[in-house]
C-alpha cells in the first residue's frame, strides 16, 4: 500500500473513531501517535481542529484520549 493510501486510511479511521464510544479511539490514537511521520501537515492541523471542535462539544466518548492526540501531535 502507497504512504498516502495509508495516510489516507489514517484519517478515514480517526474520523470513525470519533465520538465512538467503544475501543476504537484508543486502538486509532494509539496508530495515529505510532505513524503520524506519514500524516502530511494539513492532515495534521486537521484532525487537531476536530478534536477541538469535538471535545468543545462533549466531555465524554473519550475525551481524555482524543484531547491527549492533539497534544501529541501539536509538539511534533
Not at 486502538?27 to 471542535?53: F, G, H, M, T
Amino acid at each position: 500500500m502507497k504512504q498516502q493510501d495509508q495516510a489516507l486510511c489514517l484519517l478515514l479511521a480517526f474520523r470513525y473513531a470519533l465520538g465512538r464510544d467503544t475501543t476504537a479511539p484508543y486502538d486509532v490514537s494509539s496508530i495515529i501517535k505510532n505513524n503520524y511521520k506519514i500524516l502530511e501537515n494539513w492532515a495534521i492541523d486537521q484532525i487537531i481542529r476536530d478534536i477541538d471542535q469535538h471535545t468543545s462539544v462533549t466531555t465524554g466518548c473519550n475525551a481524555d484520549i482524543w484531547s491527549d492526540l492533539a497534544e501529541f501531535l501539536k509538539k511534533q
